[in-house]
């Protein structure tokens, strides 16, 4: 699978999830404007991948230029690739990490 597939794939699947933390709408669209500072819910478990709201409203907005078919380097959709599935991970971090389903 290429990376540029794989963000737009992963970027659902992030906003989804954020979805299920009440932080994104159904576009994608992260809710809590005017704050720089992450939602309680999300700190503790992006602590060390994402340090505030712009970096996760930055990795949305590549997700979703990805999904519509934009131009983007191979540099920016590697990275894209690689945190938005530790992203992706760490938000569904099971109990048990023999169930991590990102694997």
Known sequence: MNDIH???????????????FG???????????????LPVALRGRLDGLIDDVEEL??????GQAARRGEPLSPAVLSAARIITKEVCRALCQPDDPSKDTLQ
């Open 6 to 20: 794989e963000v737009a794939l992963l970027s659902v699947r992030l906003e989804q999830i954020l979805r299920r």
């Open 23 to 37: 932080t994104v709408d159904r576009e994608g669209r992260y809710l809590e404007r005017g704050s720089y500072e």
């Open 57 to 62: 409203q930055g990795l949305l907005s590549i």
